[in-house]
């Protein structure tokens, strides 16, 4: 079991940044795939992306996006602090939601949908002013 705790949100300006924040405790962290999806009002979650679990010789590190954040949003994680964070540049007003990040228990093939994923947090929200 893991539990997982989003920070990092905020207001920012269209064209600006913000850092998200996913940290983990519970379980061992570097054996989960770990996903950021996103809620805005009145929408369906959507998913964002993710960075895969394991060794190097597992594909460590993988990482997927949507493409409307390709470019623009860069997932990494530090194992050793039990973090998953989500770099957000280039801000847009449609990029405003609530942030979530999800897990799964070395997971393998598609990670692009909630139903993959065992373990979410709060989330955060995020909001961009035009």
């Known amino acids: 079991q893991v539990q997982l705790v989003e920070s990092g949100g905020g207001l920012a300006q269209a064209g600006g940044s913000l850092r998200l924040s996913c940290s983990a405790s519970?379980?061992?962290?570097?054996?989960?795939?770990v996903a950021w999806f996103r809620q805005a009002p009145g929408l369906e979650r959507e998913f964002v992306t993710y960075?895969?679990?394991?060794?190097?010789?597992?594909?460590?590190?993988?990482?997927y996006y949507v493409d409307s954040v390709k470019g623009r949003f860069t997932i990494s994680r530090d194992n050793a602090k039990n973090t998953v964070y989500l770099q957000m540049n280039s801000l847009k007003p449609e990029d405003t939601a609530v942030y979530y990040c999800?897990?799964?228990?070395?997971?393998?093939?598609?990670?692009?949908?909630?139903?993959?994923?065992?373990?979410w947090g709060q989330g955060t929200q995020v909001t961009v002013s035009s």
């Open positions: 519970g379980s061992t962290f570097s054996n989960y795939r």
């Open positions: 960075i895969n679990w394991g060794s190097i010789n597992w594909g460590s590190g993988t990482t």
């Open positions: 999800a897990a799964a228990w070395r997971a393998s093939g598609r990670g692009d949908t909630s139903n993959g994923y065992n373990y």
